[in-house]
Nanobody
Framework: VQLQAYGGGWVQAGGSLRLSCAGS????????VGWFRQAPGKEREPVSG????????YYADTVKGRFTISRSNTKNTVYLQMNNLTPEDTAVYFC??????????????????WGNGTQVTVSS
């Protein structure tokens, strides 16, 4: 499966963005899909994830209540709605996919397929 992430941009603190992760080559319904981010000088960290088969969802504590992950079967796409953004959310955001497993959705090493990154910049 190939993944294409888009929807990043610049926004002021308190604003919103919606990221999209479009799958091609195979149906994303076969996979778990995760969102990760990496800020300058920091390690890649998990943001959110969804198991298409079970509906299981993960959110990092830092984004709970502000971000919402969702999926569209018809569009073969996973979305990340990001509200009430803060400068600490500034990072390159990546989407990734793996075959459905019971493993935690937050583990980047468990993902085999990675899309390009999309830059999110939040100004204060």
């Amino acid at each position: 499966v190939q993944l294409q992430a888009y929807g990043g941009g610049w926004v002021q603190a308190g604003g919103s963005l919606r990221l999209s992760c479009a799958g091609s080559g195979r149906r994303l319904s076969r996979y778990d899909v995760g969102w990760f981010r990496q800020a300058p000088g920091k390690e890649r960290e998990p943001v959110s994830g969804i198991s298409w088969s079970s509906g299981r969802i993960y959110y990092a504590d830092t984004v709970k209540g502000r971000f919402t992950i969702s999926r569209s079967n018809t569009k073969n796409t996973v979305y990340l709605q990001m509200n009430n953004l803060t400068p600490e959310d500034t990072a390159v955001y990546f989407c990734a996919a793996r075959g459905s497993t019971v493993a935690a959705l937050s583990l980047p090493d468990m993902y085999s397929y990675w899309g390009n990154g999309t830059q999110v910049t939040v100004s204060s």
